[in-house]
Nanobody
Framework: QVQLVESGGGLVQAGGSLRLSCAVS????????MGWFRQTPGKDRELVAR????????YLSDSVKGRFTISRDNAKNTVYLQMTSLKPEDTAVYYC????????????WGQGTQVTVSS
């Protein structure tokens, strides 16, 4: 059974930093894709970062480019989202998700972790 467990959310002042972690169990990642999404009430879930497990290819949305970094630790089956220069508009529930290579959408989701940025 595949499980994704996020950690690292919390309350931080504007300009501060947080690092989110997402540990994957039940599957050895190979040519899969990991994504970080965020969602605020009344809005659609937004993809903010994506990384391919077997290549250096990454994606960052325009809203976080230059401030966030996505990385992975293959040995730990863990993906990270390093967030710096946080803004109040980054406040959201952040989810990690796993998309299998053959899939057209994300197959597995974490439970979400709250990030709150105070002004």
């Amino acid at each position: 059974q595949v499980q994704l467990v996020e950690s690292g959310g919390g309350l931080v002042q504007a300009g501060g930093s947080l690092r989110l972690s997402c540990a994957v169990s039940g599957r050895t990642l190979s040519r899969d894709i990991m994504g970080w999404f965020r969602q605020t009430p009344g809005k659609d879930r937004e993809l903010v970062a994506r990384i391919y497990w077997s290549s250096p290819t990454t994606y960052l949305s325009d809203s976080v480019k230059g401030r966030f970094t996505i990385s992975r630790d293959n040995a730990k089956n863990t993906v990270y989202l390093q967030m710096t220069s946080l803004k109040p508009e980054d406040t959201a529930v952040y989810y990690c998700a796993l998309r299998l290579l053959s899939a057209t959408q994300y197959n597995y989701w974490g439970q979400g972790t709250q990030v709150t940025v105070s002004s």
